[in-house]
């Protein structure tokens, strides 16, 4: 079993910044990609941000347009932690923030796992 843990989120004033961690811990063999996700109140939850393992292909990273420019998604392999580093931050950036990792179990099988969510509020 694979279990993420999410910290970071809180209030920031419009133009801040928050920096968000996600350290995954358990039966882990190696992890493929990791990412962050974000989802509003009744809607479905969206790609923010991902990054590739360096192993299977380059740190290739792929972010949401409305993000791009603003934050940047980075990882530590030895640690089995991505991050999410969120500048210039708009009250449209309100979320409930999810992390999401995908790899190999010490088991050789698929896992497919999530956060349990951490909120960012961007308000004056």
């Known amino acids: 079993q694979v279990q993420l843990v999410e910290s970071g989120g809180g209030l920031v004033q419009p133009g801040g910044s928050l920096r968000l961690s996600c350290a995954a811990s358990g039966t882990i063999f190696s992890i493929y990609n990791m990412g962050w996700y974000r989802q509003y109140p009744g809607k479905q939850r969206e790609l923010v941000a991902s990054i590739g393992s360096g192993i299977t292909s380059p740190d290739t990273t792929n972010y949401a347009d409305s993000v791009k420019g603003r934050f940047t998604i980075s990882r530590d392999n030895a640690k089995n932690t991505v991050y999410l580093q969120m500048n210039s931050l708009k009250p449209e950036d309100t979320a409930v923030y999810y992390c999401?990792?995908?790899?190999?179990?010490?088991?050789?099988?698929?896992?497919?796992?999530w956060g349990q969510g951490t909120q960012v509020t961007v308000s004056s």
């Open positions: 999401n990792a995908g790899g190999l179990g010490t088991s050789m099988l698929r896992f497919d796992s």
